[in-house]
């Protein structure tokens, strides 16, 4: 039986999902600069800012996610993996919903995000896109960088203008 639980990224099954996570990010992109690397580490995804489940199926690690808080009402998604075994299941679209809801209830009007620009990273493009997501300027500090593509996806739409409309149509430019 599948179910979500708040974790502790230094718990062992926990630990080695995230290190097998880094280490598949680098085969994507090997040549990419340390700068333009932006998983978080295990000590990061400890930050107060940050909140880290999960995907268990009974006994099994088959996932993982994390949403770092940017502002009151902006969040990143960081750090989703499903376990290599479990792939071609639904399983991220799974983690997805679980992030878009745990926004939503945060009152998030924006849930951003930051992946890879190399071919590697293009089925993780795909699957935002097909979610919703759509091409924004970088955000929380990020800089404009050849190896990344921003993503985001209005959770809440009560109108306001948050200022993104006009980053969202240069970037997609």
């Not at 089925?123 to 921003?150: I, K, L, M, W």
């Amino acid at each position: 039986m599948l179910r979500f639980q708040q974790e502790d990224p230094a718990a062992p099954a926990m630990a080695a999902m995230i290190r097998a996570h880094r280490r598949g990010l680098k085969k994507l992109a090997p040549t990419s600069p340390p700068e333009s690397r932006h998983a978080l580490t295990l000590d990061e995804l400890k930050a107060p800012e940050v909140t880290l489940w999960g995907l268990w199926d009974d006994d099994d690690l088959v996932g993982c996610v994390a949403l770092k808080e940017v502002s009151h009402d902006h969040g990143e998604i960081k750090s989703m993996r499903t376990a290599p075994s479990h792939l071609r299941r639904g399983l991220a679209s799974l983690m997805l919903d679980k992030v878009i809801e745990e926004a939503r209830l945060r009152g998030y009007r924006r849930l951003s995000l930051e992946t890879g620009s190399q071919p590697g990273f293009a089925p993780a493009r795909q699957f935002y896109t097909r979610h919703g997501f759509t091409p924004c300027a970088p955000f929380a500090g990020y800089v404009e960088d050849p190896n990344s593509v921003y993503m985001t996806l209005a959770v809440i739409d009560d109108g306001r203008d948050d200022g993104l409309d006009g980053d969202l149509k240069e970037a997609s430019r």
